[in-house]
């Protein structure tokens, strides 16, 4: 009784008449709400998804290609280059748009792991961001990557031959350690906030028009990551998964909202990119080599080694 009577004096309690009119939506926002009782639909993020496209573009793709133009006397080798000082950048800057993005989620997320997800991203980047920049700087110095590292001319003739196994260790920080701690939360973070992509009206399920601009660049660059960094499968499971999302939510009466589409339309656009890259160079004989088994999707700056920097 005595508890009802404190709660009727304070008329801004949430659901009271005095209650402010984004009280409730706060409650749910910051409480455990499943995906079904959310009925709120986020708004196109235009700004967010540009800024993550460009920032891709520029501070992960553009990484080597500035290490390629800009002039080798204003970056020693001993010293970082241009594509480090953009790795740090992007370091930085890509955790806080995923936090962005994750706070603008009409379905509230898992925050325990949203933070674990975010440092493991972090470190995995860092630790790529030295093998990686070995490693482009050891092209300059005739290290080819088509060839693997006991393979290379500058590599195996190296005495004593310890110091090979140092480069296989390097590069296993680089392709394989580096790669999973970045990667594997990157698409997690993605796919939990997708999961929170759905409306109940169909009149919402579409994308602006301002959108269809950036599926191209953004589904082209997941084709870049996806190739180059070798993740595949943890691509075409995370595809694979979002499809069966969609498909288990329609049930319910449940559409994508313009977000959901976006980034399926974006991973659809990947997928067919990649199945026309792998097609292209199927009969590749040194590149079938270097990646040999039953998924074979070759690296893009290891066709670059091979078939356009060694013509010059």
């Known amino acids: 009784m005595e508890a009802a009577a404190r709660r009727r004096q304070h008329p801004g309690a949430a659901g009271g008449p005095g209650a402010q009119p984004g009280a409730s939506f706060l409650q749910a926002r910051h409480s455990c709400v499943k995906a079904d009782e959310v009925v709120s639909t986020a708004p196109f993020h235009l700004d967010l998804w540009f800024y993550f496209t460009l920032q891709n573009w520029v501070l992960d793709f553009g990484r080597p290609i500035a290490m390629l133009v800009f002039p080798l006397e204003w970056f020693p080798l001993n010293k970082p280059s241009v594509g480090d000082y953009l790795h740090m950048a992007y370091n930085i800057i890509t955790p806080f748009l995923l ?9 509230t997320l898992p925050r325990s792991m949203i933070y674990v997800s975010i440092i493991t991203f972090i470190m995995g980047a860092s630790i790529h961001l030295v093998g ?4 482009h700087r050891l092209i300059f110095s005739g290290y080819q990557n088509h060839l693997s590292v006991r393979e290379n001319p500058i590599i195996k003739n190296l005495k004593p031959e310890t110091l090979i196994d140092s480069f296989e260790l390097l590069y296993y920080y680089d392709e394989y350690l580096g790669h999973s701690m970045w990667y594997i939360p990157f698409f997690l973070i993605l796919f939990m906030y997708f999961s929170g992509c759905f409306t109940p009206t169909t009149a919402e399920s579409s994308m602006p028009g301002a959108a ?3 599926v191209v660049p953004s589904g082209l660059y997941y084709w870049y990551l996806v190739t180059e960094g070798q993740i595949f499968i943890l691509f075409i499971f995370t595809f694979f998964a979002m499809l069966a999302l969609v498909l288990h939510q329609k049930r319910k009466r449940l559409f994508l909202d313009s977000n959901g589409l976006f980034l399926l339309s974006s991973f659809a656009l990947t997928l067919l990119l990649v199945a026309l890259w792998v097609a292209w160079l199927w ?3 040194v590149l079938r080599k270097k990646y040999p088994g039953v998924i074979y999707v070759p690296e893009p700056w290891a066709f670059y080694t091979l078939h356009v920097s060694s013509r010059h």
């Open 283 to 285: 009969n590749d004989p």
């Open 132 to 135: 990686d920049s070995v490693n």
């Open 212 to 214: 269809l601009p950036l």
């Open 99 to 107: 936090l962005k993005l994750i706070e603008r989620s009409p379905r």
